[in-house]
């Protein structure tokens, strides 16, 4: 069994920055890709960055490209998201999810249905 865990949320003031972390963990833990997604009530759950665990590979959706920027620590089996430039409009609960080899073809990391496990997610509220 695999156990994510987010944190790093909170309130910050548009312009600020955030950096979100997510821990994996579990026997025989083994990820091939992992991501952030983020989700407003009344919204579907929405890609926000992926990252390919041994290439570093990095993915983005376009409304948080050139702002946000993911990595990991494989020693740590921690991924990060640093928020920069934040604005209301990335005000969310964000989640982080784990893809288990085989890893999911590019054209579709976007989708929920690619991962496997997935966190509890972690607040983030963007202040105007």
């Known amino acids: 069994q695999v156990q994510l865990v987010e944190s790093g949320g909170g309130l910050v003031q548009a312009g600020g920055s955030l950096r979100l972390s997510c821990v994996a963990s579990?026997?025989?833990?083994?990820?091939?890709?992992m991501a952030w997604f983020r989700q407003v009530p009344g919204k579907e759950r929405e890609f926000v960055a992926a990252?390919?665990?041994?290439?570093?590979?990095?993915y983005y959706a376009d409304s948080v490209k050139g702002r946000f920027s993911i990595s990991r620590d494989n020693a740590k089996k921690t991924m990060y998201l640093q928020m920069n430039s934040l604005i209301t409009e990335d005000t969310a609960v964000y989640y982080c999810?784990?893809?288990?080899?085989?890893?999911?073809?590019?054209?579709?990391?976007?989708?929920?249905?690619?991962?496997?496990?997935w966190g509890q997610g972690t607040q983030v509220t963007v202040s105007s």
């Open positions: 990252i390919t665990w041994m290439s570093q590979i990095t």
């Open positions: 579990g026997r025989a833990l083994n990820i091939a890709r």
């Open positions: 999810a784990l893809d288990t080899p085989p890893q999911t073809i590019v054209s579709a990391l976007r989708l929920t249905t690619s991962y496997d496990y």
